[in-house]
């Protein structure tokens, strides 16, 4: 708990959930005590479903939602005045929400008009002149409310989240790569190898996720009033870089392990280098990476065909070069660890993550 009271990812999704629990409480107040709306229940859904991770995705989601739930509410209002509320005006406003939220322009909400459509439908209403005008004066001041206290209370910035699995990835990468040394010194099981394929595989998974936040990051800054967003979002443009490394050593590592699949060569010295390797890239410690990367060239140049068991020059060579390009790709990784963002109080007067990323 103390660690995530330190935590400032921690503490941008929790705001994130206050603010989006606010916005649906304030638009229903609005609706209910200040615009006198009957049955108002689509100001608080619009407001959950308006709120976003980003401000920008708040204004674009905004429009597209404003767009299903007025398709809805027709839909609803049409089917409900023609047929009233039974099996077949249900099947057809679902049907026909469904439709709508397959245009284009409509389909990040390709639920939204159909949900909006049955709920309408079902409590009765939709065959009132006047609840066409009530649902959709509902639903847009929970839309409105939404964008106004995304945009107003704290608007997120995604940047420390993106800095944080960016920077935990090298972390899973050494230890993988320890355990396999270890592993190595003794015996090495088919379990063992299935069970590091599967680790890059996870790994793999953990990079196009941090991929994914840091395209977060940077939207966040867009549309965004506070005063160091652009700031901050200049150091986004650094992680792209860096995620390219990880993920050519994550392929080395896969392709080392198939290797050894092979063949079980003999752990000779590379083992302890392998070892390492992987301490360095988990303590980011890019002078060790370099020693490691020397003395493995010359354990590379000692070696010689003659001086290894029969047919097992091949597959040491192999693995000499994977470890080889693995040091190359995390060298500079560790170089531009930790990769963070400033403190509140120093966000103004020093944008940049590290001057050296």
Known sequence: MRARLRDPVWWTNALQILKTVAAAVVAWVLAVYVFDIQQAFLAPWAALLTVHATVYRTFRRGAQQVGAAVVGVLVAFAFGSLLGLNALSVSLTIFAGLVAGSVRGLRAESTTAAATALVVLTTGASDEAGALFSRLADTG??????????LLV???????????????????????????AGTLRGSVSDEDLEGWTTRTSELDGDIERAWGVVRQARESGRLNPRRVARDRMRATDHYGAILEHPEQAVADTRSMVRTLGLARVPAPHWVELLERAGAAVSAAEPGELEAVRDDLDALAAELAADGLPDGTWVMTGALLVNLRKILASLDVVADAQPVQVPAPALAGAHPNVRSRL
Do not use: F, Q
């Not at 001041?141 to 995304?150: D, Q, Y």
């Not at 997120?156 to 396999?180: F, Q, Y």
């Open 141 to 150: 001041v929970g839309i409105a409310v939404g964008l106004l206290v995304n």
């Open 154 to 180: 704290w608007p997120p910035l995604r940047d420390r989240s993106a800095a944080a699995h960016v920077d935990a990835i090298d972390d899973r990468l050494g230890e993988l790569l320890s355990e396999m």
